[in-house]
């Protein structure tokens, strides 16, 4: 399913990112502050566990969850500015990484580094990428995560395309996807109309 969370403070800060003048500093910090906020939705369906809690009067029931199995996964480059806002929500989580980008005349994903923990059937996945564009990208790397063993995974972007959203929602429709932004259509160069330009040169200014 596509879950775009359209609460105010995340509207008023990609509003801030999408500007052509806002700089890598405020650029970084608000998309760790988005991701944050996007984050706390798409954990909802994680796993909460009972114990029994003192507090200073009584004895009561309390929950708590096992966030050493999650496994948060950038994709290159432009996904690291994306995970410490989940890091601050689930600090014991593991980070792997998947260095993928796309060929600007073929727009087919190109791999170039891959490795992540050890992956298994109660592994909560939530892999990270600003741009949902063509979807080439999520659908290689979610392909290999499976091919790893990883079967629960949340894709997290800032801002999606239909055409994108479509592309991952037909090879793999068991993935749900959150985003802050669906935004109309992708130009002929594959990036994402209005959007932001691109992620990852404005993170570490490169352009």
Do not use: C, W
Request: no cysteine.
């Amino acid at each position: 399913m596509l879950h775009v969370v359209d609460h105010p403070l995340i509207k008023h800060k990609l509003t801030i990112m999408r500007k052509k003048e806002t700089g890598p500093k405020e650029f970084r910090e608000l998309l760790r502050e988005i991701t944050l906020l996007i984050a706390y939705e798409a954990t909802r369906h994680i796993e909460v566990f009972e114990m029994e809690v003192e507090t200073p009067l009584e004895v009561t029931k309390g929950y708590y969850i096992n966030d050493k199995d999650v496994v948060i996964i950038p994709i290159l480059r432009a996904g690291l500015g994306m995970v410490d806002g989940i890091l601050e929500l689930l600090p014991n989580a593991s980070v792997g990484h998947i260095g993928i980008y796309r060929d600007p005349e073929t727009l087919k994903p190109v791999d170039y580094y891959f490795k992540t923990p050890k992956l298994h059937d109660k592994s909560e996945i939530f892999l990270l990428d600003p741009m949902l564009a063509t979807g080439v990208s999520a659908i290689d790397a979610i392909n290999k995560i499976k091919e790893l063993g990883g079967k629960q995974i949340t894709f997290i972007s800032l801002i999606s395309s239909p055409e994108g959203v479509k592309a991952v929602q037909e090879a793999h429709p068991n993935v749900d996807i959150y985003t802050a932004s669906l935004d109309r259509q992708l130009n002929d160069h594959g990036y994402i109309l209005p959007g932001l330009g691109d992620a990852g040169d404005r993170l570490f200014r490169t352009k």
